[in-house]
């Protein structure tokens, strides 16, 4: 039987939805690694539109949906995440990029919403506690592992995971309030909770150059391949 991979992605671009360079790693180094994989998105509006050529918010009232945009990486075979069953798959991936931050959960919000306090979609929740519940192995890279750390850290009545968005300060004691821990890694290395299967690398939460990102996305997939039953 092949190894299978669900892989979740929240738009097309790095401020606003999933960062592609990730994104494009992943699928790379799965397919390297002979595992199957289906890419799903939230059927929805993303939370923000930037015209990336300038870092500058979209005009008032533009919008675009997160499943659309992510079939630009997935050569048009997408889902919705609602469609997403664990049963179904050996393992998951997040991507990385703003996307995962403000659509996937509020943790870029200002305020109340924001950091520690995020709010995650209600997929995102269902989608991460149901590989984690059936021992599967969960990948997340860049800002995604803070999506773990919120689901199942102590302060949500997990068992709180280890992660890494490398040495990130701020994120990192944002992870430490929601009850999980951050492991400092390098963008090239990833790093396994192998308690709770949940494995991260930093990726561009690091300064770093496209093809060091890739080393690192690489090290994370050979793993959750590894853990893949």
Same mark, same amino acid.
């Given at each position: 039987m092949p190894k299978t991979c669900a892989v979740v992605l929240s738009g097309c671009g790095r401020a606003d939805g999933s960062e592609i360079h990730e994104s494009v790693s992943i699928l790379v180094h799965l397919s390297r690694l002979g595992v199957e994989f289906k890419c799903f998105a939230p059927d929805a509006p993303q939370v923000s539109v930037i015209n990336h050529a300038t870092g500058q918010p979209a005009p008032a009232g533009q919008t675009r949906n997160m499943m659309v945009?992510?079939?630009?990486?997935s050569r048009g075979e997408i889902a919705p995440l609602s469609k997403l069953?664990?049963?179904?798959?050996?393992?998951?991936?997040f991507a990385g990029g703003f996307g995962a931050a403000k659509n996937l959960c509020s943790y870029g919000e200002q305020g109340e919403?924001? =950091?520690?306090?995020? +709010?995650?979609? #209600?997929?995102?929740?269902?989608?991460?506690? =149901?590989f984690?519940? +059936?021992?599967? #192995?969960v990948g997340l890279c860049c800002i995604a592992p803070v999506l773990a750390a919120?689901?199942?850290g102590t302060r949500m009545g997990g068992p709180g995971v280890k992660v890494t968005v490398g040495?990130?300060?701020a994120t990192s004691d944002n992870i430490a309030t929601m009850g999980s821990t951050n492991v400092p890694r390098s963008v090239t290395e990833a790093y396994c909770d192998d308690t709770?299967?949940?494995?991260?690398?930093?990726?561009y939460?690091?300064?770093?150059k496209p093809h060091e990102v890739f080393e690192g996305i690489g090290r994370m997939c050979d793993k959750v391949a590894e853990l893949i039953k």
């Open positions: 945009e992510a079939a630009r990486i069953d664990p049963a179904q798959f050996g393992g998951v991936v919403r924001g =950091g520690a306090n995020c +709010a995650v979609l #209600p997929d995102v929740e269902r989608v991460i506690k =149901g984690h519940a +059936a021992k599967k #192995p919120r689901v199942l040495s990130d300060r709770n299967k949940i494995v991260t690398t930093p990726a939460m690091c300064d770093a």
